[in-house]
């Protein structure tokens, strides 16, 4: 298979190219009798959007999604959502100089590689718009992820070597100004630093965090599918994503384990019941691969655009070497917009995990078949 | 399910705790005709195996592989392959205090959060132990990539803080000190660090590069199954893993897209074929989520052992805070260990991408099927 | 996941109901390189179409499919293959006095019970309009095959409980009644029994049998997926088929083994290359749940419409009796129509053993990877 | 792969050869907290050892399984449940002479076929000693199964043409004969028949039917997963049976709709509150693939064991003719050591669907999550 399905319980199947007639995700999975409307979706596509800000793409798309399948009367039915988005802005001869050429830091050879044949326009397949497929699915998975009281929130912690101060890290801050960064003076020097980079026609990357509250313990299933491991390849499988860590991450490698380990305590909740939780949080919210109860905190490294204005060397599908300016509309930076995805991704993978963790008790089995 | 099952067609299905009969993997789908002995996965087992330096457990036990099924006169047949490890040299009585303590760092909350029930002994499922059934696929793996000309070679690059030189780094130095690094002298210094650690019974983390090189360019599935998102995935399975990066990963946050970017070129082979290459390795190795041709370099951070011996803080299945100090066998530092682990994963994880590959073009389906 | 997903390595997720915006199918895994056009799609669309015949509904739709994406210059591209029929000549309102009384031998009582919220109109999700995405992937999987000399070939060997002559038998004949028999006596016998029945308001099952050509020997995976299970699975799965046998099928029960045994034989293939058969074909073309190079034949039984003007006793949801009179437009016999999703159903099946068995051999591998 | 793992949540993958070291079974996704011990298993291994009555092969092996993993305390743990049972009774030598000769109705042509490979002693792993592995799982499943009130009974209703007679059908008679046929009378005369085949070196078939009774309505997902298409892929997945069909099967196609569709009543039960039953079960008891809440019924049809010892016309690897006398143990008949496997595949394949019901609704999951 070509690698268009995630989940399996929660099962997203998405398609489409840059340059066809649109892109679309059809959802298997979705539990019956949750509210679900267009804008729920659109909401979600809309922060993606391009043209929003000075340092995005000025492609000009409304990107607007239409439910096909799958909800009756406002409410899931529990059978297939299928959605699409029509391509609109389609400037395809943009790319017909680009047919035989391989773009550096771009998908363009290792298509070529693998397929023997590209649809080389705008990317195709491997275009940012396939992550509108991502984000309308994940819409979906966080309105039931709502439903349970799971909240997720990204922003961006670095870019273009900029980096939010953790005293002053504030997740609402980043929903106001347009590079998603939690901390308003960060971003504004950062927005210094890109109409630098632009002006150049260069390109900067980024880190995204992503902060989840409200999962209860046990969610995720050990040895191969813990939920680090399957955040990791739901996050990674983002284009440009380069790295993954959670909690501590990379740093933990050069604690001690008096260091980095967190200790239990027990608090009373609301209602009187106990609850153990980490004194600290090095570990992210993960022990053994399921979650601890405490908020989850994971990293993504995002690479440069690789679509720059300044010349590159490379080579024709012929071998031979070929001088490349990029033309076309791109984006200086695509960590503000690839927040949401991020967000997106991991909604899907935790609602996959919460659906297959049903199943982890005999209790809960007789629960839901003979009711108490 | 409880997430022991990993790989689409070359599917492994691990079980076994610590503390019980033993452990063991069922390889499904190994091409049949590969030349295969117990040997083969002995070797590799014996890379794990503790008891080999002052810096793993004492536990000592022979971890003889046994092969079940799926051999023939030598060759697998193409039908399950299933190994079993039969565990020896159990303390069970050592854990009998852990019963209802939670120890800070390990998978104890979570289990019991998740299952309601646990065996407590030596981790249980969630033990060290569980990686054997890795190593002993991943055998398996290895010896079917080495007949396609693919190498696999992993090494710590920093233990305890300490880090190796990327001008002395040599992947066979890895192979003759206990530490696995590939520089002798960060070893040393290494070792003496750890010394410290040890006698004041702490612990320490470490990172793991791992480079393959042979993997012919278009192995991974755009979208969700991308060659970087499969193996995060697959590595960060392994317990104590908490970040993964390929190429630049993180740093390639900080990077421009001028810097970022490998440019192409062409070069002749030794038959004289055209071979396209990238000019440097930023990508590690992979474009869009295929190989591209070039080695593949990433790298895993290890968090520090999290049983130490230094009284720790933490509470039991009622709530009662307790003071922790945990008694057995323990590994200061499992990195060395760990190394031949994120191997075999890697291996397991590309021979399962490579089978998939073979259908991703006409061309191939009608050679394989017809002839030509 | 709610079952809407078929298949390994060629995949595919469909969705879609009676009366909503349209219904449609995303195939994953298509290897690259096959020539494929809307009219490949249309051909077999109209084979199925409604109002051909006094026999089938006389809802009217012309079930123009369009591919949205996954197609470059007329050839796959290995990305996924979306394709949508919309919907046109949607009587909603027919089905208002259906919307809380269960249909006998209809799926809305048990929709109901499943997801406590169903889609009344003409059979939501359960309609037979949900065939017509198996039969647009199936015509993928036809091309496909196609290109490896593999034919599929279905009809009816009984309807109404008129049965074809085995010696009358010819495939051929089916393409040119409206019954699809293969045996044009039994058709027109048939025709009257039918004639009958729709006077009465009644209906009429049947048998079809499935006939492939050009399987090589060894396709179909030992144990859980035998090509016999593969296939009872995806035909089964059609909606109103209450049986599936192969080659002897039940009489086979009533055999003994010196019957129902298929001696071997060799035979000189045309380029002289030896061929090893067997003399009968009571196994149906498989042996072990693997394809021994012979044609390949089953049967399907196909139960009567249950939609009938004939009034029925029934309940609505709250339990009270009802007498149901089903008007509306509806077949009398789906026989006919159901031929091609059987035979797509089988391609989609053939197509995805063929490329899990492309990793069978070793040498088949290292000849991918390496070439000879 | 080679396709021996089934289902989605409750996985199960299976291995070993006839001759080689043992068989078993690694059970992926049984809730935690089931009670479990060996004798669970072994009462079911028991009922298909051989060596019971005289129409079983007279190979004796105790077939004693053991647990190796996943249970602690005499309860499931939520971790791989894994089993085996060592082969003790080899004659590998019986089956020298069948090295390169393919016995006709065997998988011995095809296995060479797929893998150019073959562990010719005793069939390898086509051996009829593959279904251990199954009733194994299957075990598991049951209990499972029992906990939710759910209870599997197969018998066989024909045997070398004796059919029980529908009047005198009494499942609990099954228990008490050594054909496992529900009829005393038909039991008696199918004795003789065997007793008459047996003399002359020959087999018979017959036909298990299966009742499940306690079934909640709704289990079963849509389309590719119809309760029908699963459990006949299940079904059809064990060595011999050629056929499947539920409720009237193939008698429903000769019906018509007015014979063929259940009306629905509504009853009260005993807490009083509303049940909506078919008045009649020609369906079986799915209804759009969805279980209607009555009794699943649906048969089997096993073909005759291909081991004669009446001489057979064959050829060898290279082509020859060769007579082929089959000396060894073997079963005149296999069908009743069949009828446990046939009810393990059917737990089995509910255990899973069950399983994947959990999240069929929002209501289910919040109840799961947060309580009431």
């Given amino acids: ?46 922060r993606r959007r391009p043209g929003q800000s000075r340092f995005t793409t000025q492609r000009k798309e409304s990107d607007t999604v239409r439910i096909l399948s799958g909800v009756f009367e406002g409410k899931t039915t529990g059978t297939p959502v299928s959605m699409m988005v029509v391509n609109e802005d389609q400037h395809s001869k943009d790319y017909s100089a680009l047919e035989n050429v391989f773009r550096p830091g771009h998908a363009d050879f290792t298509f070529d590689s693998k ?43 670095q870019i273009a070597g900029v980096s939010v101060s953790k005293d002053r890290l504030d997740p609402e801050e980043a929903k106001s100004n347009p590079l998603c960064m939690p901390d308003k003076e960060a971003a504004l020097k950062c927005e210094a630093v890109l109409e630098e980079l632009k002006e150049k026609g260069d390109s900067a990357g980024g880190i995204i965090e992503c902060r989840v ?21 739901a996050v990674m499988s983002i284009g440009a994503v380069k790295g993954f860590e959670i909690g501590e991450g990379f740093a933990a490698a050069g604690l001690t384990g008096s260091q980095n380990n967190d200790g239990f305590f027990a608090c009373k909740t609301g209602e ?36 720059i204005s300044i010349p590159q060397e490379t080579v024709d599908k012929d071998g031979r070497t070929k001088e490349l300016v990029i033309h076309g509309r791109h984006d200086p930076v695509i960590v503000p917009r690839a927040v949401v995805v991020v967000e997106s991704m991991t909604a899907i993978a935790l609602a996959d995990l919460i659906l297959q963790d049903m199943g982890s008790r005999l209790d809960y089995v007789k629960n839901y078949y003979i009711g108490k």
């Fill in 272 to 307: 009187g019941s106990l609850t153990i939780a980490g004194k600290a949080d090095h570990s992210g919210g993960t022990l053994g691969g399921m979650s601890d109860g405490g908020p989850l905190i994971f990293r993504a490294a995002v690479k440069p655009t690789p679509s």
């Fill in 115 to 157: 397929y023997g044949i590209r649809d080389h326009r705008g990317g195709g397949r491997s275009s940012g718009r396939e992550t509108i497929a991502r984000v309308a699915a994940g819409a979906i998975a966080m309105k039931l992820l709502g439903e349970l009281g799971i909240h997720i929130d990204a922003y961006a912690t």
């Fill in 213 to 233: 509250d409200g999962l209860k313990p046990g969610i995720g299933e050990p040895v191969f599918d813990k939920l680090d491991a399957v955040l990791a390849g």
């Fill in 1 to 46: 298979m070509s690698g268009s399905i995630f989940g399996k319980l929660f099962s997203i199947s998405t398609w489409g190219e840059s340059h066809g007639a649109g892109v679309g995700v059809c959802v298997d999975g979705c539990p019956a009798g949750l509210a679900l409307s267009e804008e729920d979706i659109q909401k979600q596509l809309d």
